[in-house]
């Protein structure tokens, strides 16, 4: 279901809502959530409303991070979530799981990480969407896996993710899920907001030809896209919510 809000601020409280309702309703939750700028508003939320006894519960899977960059470097995936929601929701480290972008052995922790999500599925997901409309590090091109995978960056992502980092960052790959182990999340919300993603919407919701990998997560009775007016403002279909 497409859902469009008017602010950001009203996207980012929806999504709080339903992380602490994932977390509640859910005897072993385990989330698995994407970093960066969009998801910040929500993850503040978040953090704020979370019922302490809920979060020691709480186990957080890894989506994605850039190989050669070491776990608690500026820029990190794992930095950006242990900034934005670990450290604020007091989220332990014997909680997380995640890939280790400095590992000699990439293969080693893709397995481990589907090892894990093949013991304990993902019951939430939030996903961001990349300016090119990558989900995780699944960029255009991308074949729908089911396992993990270390992909080659493009140049679009390279370039964009620089803002993330206090001095340029060599990246070339990262290590990221595949498509299908995020739809086979028992639920997911992709969340765009702002007028800088506005021309990335409308190629993935009045350009099916597009193939873009947000648009392999269209059409799931348990995958909803939140956006604020301003991302959503070249949209044509028929919205509901």
């Keep these: ?130 300016m090119n409309g990558h989900i995780g590090l699944n960029e255009p091109g991308t074949p729908v896996r089911d396992h993990s995978s270390v992909v080659d960056l493009s140049n679009e992502t390279k370039t964009t993710a620089q803002k993330y980092f206090d001095e340029p960052a060599a990246l070339t790959n990262g290590i990221t899920l595949g498509l299908k182990q995020v739809i086979q999340s028992k639920k997911v919300i992709v969340v765009i907001t702002g007028g800088h993603k506005a021309d990335i919407v409308k190629e993935i919701f009045n350009h099916p030809e597009a193939k873009l990998p947000a648009q392999e997560l269209l059409h799931h009775d348990h995958i909803d896209f939140y956006l604020d007016t301003e991302a959503a403002k070249h949209i044509t279909q028929k919205v509901e919510g």
């Design 1 to 130: 279901m497409l859902k469009i809000f008017e602010k950001e601020e009203q996207v980012a409280e929806a999504i709080a809502e339903a992380m602490a309702a994932g977390l509640k309703e859910e005897a072993y939750p385990v989330f698995c959530l994407a970093s960066g700028s969009t998801p910040q508003k929500s993850y503040k939320r978040f953090a704020v409303q979370a019922n302490t006894d809920d979060i020691r519960k709480l186990r957080i899977v890894s989506l994605d991070e850039w190989v050669g960059i070491e776990k608690h470097s500026t820029g990190s995936c794992y930095q950006m979530l242990q900034r934005d929601l670990f450290s604020p929701a007091g989220i332990q480290s014997h909680q997380i799981l995640f890939y280790d972008g400095m590992s000699p052995d990439l293969q080693q922790e893709c397995e481990k990480i589907d090892a894990y999500i093949e013991q304990h599925p993902i019951t939430f997901s939030l996903m961001g969407v990349g």
